[in-house]
Each structure stands twice: as structure tokens, then as C-alpha cells.
């Protein structure tokens, strides 16, 4: 019922910065948890980071702690990643997610963007 567009992925050199942005249509966001996961070739999909609905909670992987930030704007039906200090680590395709609930985000989200490619260059 909701789609989700994400957009802004591309190259960036290592220290970087990059902020991507997924756009829902169809329904409000501000009804759904949601989150970014990567998937990097040869590897499973993992999750980045997630966001409640009303921003009481967020949660990040390990690896991207202190150097991504997940935030929304309910109004604009839109969620952003906030990508910085990027390594090559981080080159991957990223996905918006959306669930009901903060703990359906971060394990088995129902809705899923097309994924936009990050490509991080050492």
C-alpha cells in the first residue's frame, strides 16, 4: 500500500559525505518504523538503521555508530540517511523499509524500496 523511492545514492571518495532520502507515497509515514538496510555484492542484506515512528527510537549496526544518522520528516513522507566519514565498506545498494511496528522494521519489513547504489572509492 505504500511505495517507497529511494534517491541521492552515487560516488563519493573515502571520508565523505552522502545523504540519501527515501519518499513513501500511498500512505503516511508517520503509520510505519522505518529503516535502511545495504546489501554489498556476495553479501546478505543487513540493517543499517532504523527509526520509530515518531523518532522515540532509533537503532544502528555497529559499524555505522557515530557516523550515520537516520532521521524522518513525517510531513514531507520522507526518510533520510545521513552518511559520513564513508569507507569502502560501506559501498553497497541501500534500501528503505517500512513496518508497523520499530521491531517488524528491524527484522522482516514488509515494504521495501528499489535500492539506490553508494559507492564509496578509497
Known amino acids: 500500500q505504500v511505495q517507497l523511492v529511494e534517491s541521492g545514492g552515487g560516488l563519493v571518495q573515502a571520508g565523505g559525505s552522502l545523504r540519501i532520502s527515501c519518499a513513501a507515497s500511498?500512505?503516511?509515514?508517520?503509520?510505519?518504523?522505518m529503516g535502511w538496510f545495504r546489501q554489498a555484492p556476495g553479501k546478505e542484506r543487513e540493517l543499517v538503521a532504523a527509526?520509530?515512528?515518531?523518532?522515540?527510537?532509533?537503532t544502528y549496526t555497529d559499524s555505522v555508530k557515530g557516523r550515520f544518522t537516520i532521521s524522518r520528516d513525517n510531513a514531507k513522507n520522507t526518510v533520510y540517511l545521513q552518511m559520513n566519514s564513508l569507507n569502502p565498506e560501506d559501498t553497497a545498494v541501500y534500501y528503505c523499509a517500512a513496518g508497523a511496528t520499530f521491531t517488524v522494521v528491524t527484522t522482516n519489513p514488509p515494504y521495501w524500496g528499489q535500492g539506490t547504489q553508494v559507492t564509496v572509492s578509497s
Open positions: 500511498g500512505r503516511t509515514i508517520s503509520l510505519y518504523a
Open positions: 527509526v520509530s515512528e515518531y523518532s522515540r527510537r532509533t
